[in-house]
């Protein structure tokens, strides 16, 4: 890896769309980190083999817990480039629901009441963030929004270039409100607090890959619902939020942030036309 090598650290590395932002920063020679709690993905989770891809070796797949600073933080030295690759699509006390200690009724009152959590901006050096309730429930606040602020937070003291977020177009109408929220509170505050770092706020709909074949079908839907959409002339986006957006394939999304992040000229909030418009001119580079 040649020492001019770009750095970036991707928390949540190991996941669907975070893996393939790995990937995509590899292929361009970049030295790239991983941060997550379980280290190297579960391959056939993400990608179409379980067998570990031939560029993962160039990824080093860092265990850390994103609530406890101090198992990161040195990891974020000399970084040029910090992407949040997180988040939560529903919350629920899983394990309470199965084991019958809690009723798939309470469950869905906890994901449509309001919650609160410390302010991440007022935490100490060293300090850690901990779930309000229990362990087994990670809510909209703490994934979604309080993750990502703590992440910038530690990147823009370490004086970063780039911080990436992976937000998203907008909600859709089965999900409590507070997913969509909490994503644009993150959004907020990052630009607000880090005015120093360049702060890019990707936006995709839903993402979709044959190595997930159930996101397919729904990919499918989410096509036929953002061409509804753009036909009624947009009346329907705040009702249908991504559910109405243009669904992209998880690859094209990953070489957006990459290219996002390396073009001077982007920042603020990046909607679904414009990944589309870098993720092209990311694939034109690497192929000169």
């Known amino acids: 890896m040649s020492s001019a090598a770009k750095k970036l650290i991707v928390a949540g590395g190991n996941?669907?769309?975070?893996?393939?932002i790995c990937q995509a920063a590899v292929h361009r020679g970049w030295d790239?980190?991983?941060?997550?709690?379980?280290g190297q993905p579960n391959w056939s989770s993400v990608s179409a083999s379980p067998s570990a891809?031939?560029?993962?070796?160039?990824?080093?797949?860092e265990r850390a817990d994103i609530f406890r600073p101090a198992e990161?933080?040195?990891?974020?030295?000399?970084a040029d480039y910090v992407v949040h690759s997180m988040g939560i699509l529903?919350?629920?006390?899983?394990?309470?629901v199965i084991s019958g200690r809690e009723s798939p009724l309470a469950g869905l009152q906890k994901a449509f009441s309001p919650r609160h959590t410390p302010n991440p901006l007022e935490r100490r050096?060293?300090?850690?963030?901990?779930?309000?309730?229990n362990a087994n429930q990670l809510t909209y606040e703490m994934m979604n929004r309080d993750s990502a602020i703590l992440l910038a937070k530690e990147a823009a003291n370490k004086g970063v270039k780039g911080f990436g977020f992976v937000s998203a177009a907008g909600g859709a109408p089965v999900l409590p409100s507070r997913y969509i929220s909490t994503k644009r509170e993150a959004e907020d505050v990052i630009a607000r607090e880090f005015p120093e770092m360049k702060s890019v706020f990707f936006r995709p709909g839903f993402m979709f890959d044959s190595s997930r074949p159930v996101t397919m079908p729904l990919a499918a839907m989410t096509m036929a619902g953002s061409i509804f959409n753009g036909a009624t002339g947009g009346v329907l986006s705040s009702f249908l939020g991504s559910a109405g957006t243009k669904p992209l394939k998880a690859d094209l999304v990953a070489e957006a942030v990459v290219e996002g992040l390396d073009d001077t000229a982007v920042k603020g909030a990046v909607e679904v036309p414009e990944?589309?418009?870098?993720?092209?001119?990311?694939?034109?580079?690497?192929?000169l």
């Open 15 to 20: 996941g669907f769309l975070g893996s393939r």
């Open 32 to 38: 790239v980190t991983s941060i997550s709690r379980s």
């Open 53 to 61: 891809p031939s560029w993962s070796t160039a990824v080093s797949w």
């Open 72 to 78: 990161w933080i040195a990891l974020l030295n000399g």
């Open 90 to 96: 529903l919350e629920a006390d899983y394990k309470g």
């Open 125 to 133: 050096p060293g300090d850690e963030i901990r779930p309000p309730t």
């Open 275 to 287: 990944m589309e418009t870098l993720a092209n001119k990311g694939w034109r580079r690497t192929m």
